[in-house]
C-alpha cells in the first residue's frame, strides 16, 4: 500500500509544479511599442462641443420594427444640420450619400500605398418606449445639457461617437493637419435594426473599390469604471462580437377538445422540445475565446487563485465551469447562450392545438456556427415524433476574432491609456450585434472601442432611461479619437 500513497504524493507534488510554473508564465501578451504615439495639442471649446451633441440628439433619427413607417425627414435634416456644423471636416472629405440616408466620408491621405483606418458610428436611434417617458428627468429628445451631462436618446448609442469623430475631425481639419493614410468614415442609418441598407451597403462598396482597411473602429466597448473581475477601471477593446440566430420550433398533433386528449399533445411534445435542446451541451471555455485573453490581459490585477486556476484550465475545467455557469454575465463570455423567449398554442383555453410553436433565441460564440447549433437541436429532439427545428431568419453568425498582437490592436491600446491613465487594457467580447461586424471583409482588424469612461448608471442608460453622457467623456472621446487620427494616419 506504501508505495501506491508514495506514487500518489509524488504525483500531487508534479501537478503543482506544473500548475506553478503554469500560473508564474500566466501574463498579458506583450505590446506593441511603436504605437506609443502622444497624443494631439487640442484646443477645442467642450461646452460648445456639448451643445453640438445635445442638437444632434434633437432629430429624432428612429429606426423603427418592420412593418412600422419609419420617417426619413429627420435624418435629412441632420444631415444637413452636421454639414454646416462641421464645415471644415466637410471642406476636406468627399461625402457619398448611400441608400438614401447613410454617410460614407473619404479623407484622402497623401500616401495612397498606406492602407486606411475605418471609422465607424451609426445615425439612428432607438425608440423611447411611450410609457417609459414619464422617467426621463429630460425629455428624450431635448438634448439638455444639465449637470454636466448631455441627456437624451443616443447620447451615447451612437451620437456621442459620432458627435465625437466629426468634432475630432473638424478640429484637425481646422488646424492643417493633413493625414498621411486615408480615413475612412461610415455612418449607417439602420444600425439598430439590421444595418442592411447602411453597413452592409457601405461595406459592399468598399469591398467592389478593392479597399482593404488596416483596421476599422466602432461602438461596443469602452473603459468600464468597474470590472466584475478587479473591482477597478479596465479599457475593454472589443476584438469580436457574438452572433444571432433564432430557432423555432413546430409540434403538431391531433387538434381536438380538451375533455378528451390524446395522451400527448402538440403543446406536450414542444415542451419536451424546448427542454431538449436548453439542456442540449453547449461548451463552455475560457480557452478559444476572448474570456483567457481578457484574463490573461487582466493577471497582474487578479487573485493568485484566479490566475492559478484560468491558467491550469486542463485541471480546473468542472471548477471554472461551475463558478462561470453560475454567473450569467460571465457565462454570456465563454459560451453560446440558449433563452427560450416566445411560445404560441391554441387560441382557447379549452382547444388542444393541433400545432405549437416556440423561439428560442442563441447568441453564438465566436466558436461555433449557427450550422453546429442547428445539428445538435436537431439531434436533442430525436425521438419526439412530429417536432421540426429550423431557423426562423438567416442567422448571423459570430465575427470573426481579431487579433491582440497587431499594431493597430497597440495603437487603440495606447490611445485608451491616455483616455484612461491607469486603467489596464483587455481584449473583450462584445455581446450585442454592431454595424463592424460587416466590414470583417474589409478591414485586417475590426475592433469595437469608445474612449469614454462608463459608470454602471451610463451603461444602463442605453436603450433604457435617461440615457446621457457626462461632457467629461464627450471631451474624452474627442481628444481619444483625435488621438488614433493623428497616431494612426499622421
Ligand atoms: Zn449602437
Not at 63 to 92: C, D, I, K, M
Not at 210 to 224: H, L, N, P, S
Not at 365 to 384: C, F, M, N, W, Y
Request: hydrophobic share 45%; no cysteine; glycine share 8%.
Amino acid at each position: 500500500m506504501r508505495w501506491i500513497i508514495g506514487l500518489l504524493l509524488a504525483g500531487l507534488v508534479a501537478i503543482g509544479g506544473v500548475v506553478a510554473w503554469r500560473t508564474s508564465q500566466f501574463v498579458p501578451a506583450p505590446v506593441v511599442e511603436a504605437a506609443a504615439v502622444a497624443a494631439p495639442e487640442l484646443t477645442f471649446d467642450a461646452d460648445a462641443a456639448a451643445a453640438r451633441l445635445g442638437r444632434a440628439i434633437q432629430f429624432e433619427t428612429i429606426s423603427v420594427q418592420e412593418g412600422q413607417t419609419w420617417n426619413a425627414a429627420p435624418f435629412t435634416a441632420q444631415r444637413s444640420w452636421l454639414e454646416s456644423a462641421y464645415p471644415a471636416f466637410h471642406a476636406v472629405a468627399q461625402r457619398e450619400i448611400v441608400n438614401g440616408e447613410s454617410l460614407l466620408f473619404t479623407w484622402a491621405g497623401s500616401d495612397a500605398s498606406l492602407a486606411p483606418i475605418l471609422l465607424l458610428a451609426h445615425l439612428d436611434v432607438v425608440p423611447v418606449e411611450e410609457w417609459s417617458r414619464k422617467d426621463w428627468t429630460s425629455e428624450p429628445f431635448s438634448g439638455a445639457v444639465r449637470d454636466g451631462f448631455v441627456w437624451g436618446r443616443g447620447a451615447i448609442d451612437d451620437k456621442g461617437s459620432l458627435i465625437a469623430i466629426l468634432e475630432a475631425a473638424n478640429v484637425l481639419a481646422q488646424s492643417g493637419f493633413k493625414p498621411k493614410r486615408t480615413l475612412i468614415f461610415a455612418f449607417g442609418h439602420d444600425e439598430e435594426v439590421s444595418g442592411r441598407d447602411g453597413a452592409q451597403a457601405m461595406a459592399k462598396i468598399l469591398a467592389d473599390r478593392g479597399v482593404k482597411a488596416w483596421f476599422a473602429m466602432d461602438e461596443g466597448q469602452a473603459t468600464i469604471a468597474r470590472h466584475p473581475m478587479t473591482g477597478g477601471p479596465v479599457s475593454l477593446i472589443g476584438i469580436a462580437e457574438k452572433g444571432y440566430a433564432t430557432l423555432r420550433v413546430t409540434a403538431s398533433a391531433r387538434a381536438g377538445h380538451s375533455s378528451m386528449p390524446d395522451k400527448d399533445t402538440a403543446v406536450t411534445l414542444l415542451s419536451e422540445a424546448v427542454l431538449r435542446i436548453h439542456r442540449m451541451p453547449i461548451e463552455m471555455k475560457l480557452e478559444g475565446g476572448p474570456a483567457i485573453d481578457m484574463i490573461r490581459a487582466l493577471a497582474p490585477q487578479l487573485p493568485m487563485t484566479l490566475r492559478a486556476a484560468a491558467a491550469n484550465e486542463w485541471l480546473f475545467s468542472p471548477v471554472i465551469n461551475q463558478e462561470l455557469g453560475a454567473d450569467p454575465q460571465a457565462a454570456a463570455l465563454v459560451r453560446t447562450t440558449v433563452a427560450p423567449t416566445m411560445l404560441e398554442g391554441g387560441p382557447k383555453e379549452n382547444i388542444i392545438p393541433g400545432r405549437a410553436v416556440a423561439w428560442i433565441n442563441f447568441r453564438l460564440h465566436p466558436r461555433d456556427t449557427s450550422a453546429s447549433i442547428l445539428a445538435r437541436a436537431q439531434e436533442a429532439v430525436k425521438g419526439i415524433p412530429d417536432v421540426t427545428v429550423e431557423w426562423d431568419r438567416p442567422p448571423n453568425e459570430a465575427s470573426a476574432v481579431s487579433s491582440t498582437t497587431s499594431d493597430s490592436y497597440a495603437l487603440i491600446s495606447a490611445m485608451a491609456r491616455v483616455a484612461a491613465p491607469g486603467a489596464p487594457v483587455a481584449p473583450g467580447l462584445v455581446l450585442g450585434g454592431t454595424d463592424s461586424r460587416y466590414y470583417g471583409g474589409v478591414a485586417e482588424n475590426v475592433y469595437r472601442f469608445a474612449p469614454a469612461i462608463y459608470e454602471g448608471e451610463d451603461i444602463a442608460g442605453i436603450h433604457g432611461k435617461n440615457e446621457r453622457l457626462s461632457v467629461e467623456n464627450l471631451t474624452r472621446m474627442i481628444r481619444g479619437y483625435a488621438h488614433l487620427m493623428t497616431a494612426g494616419a499622421g
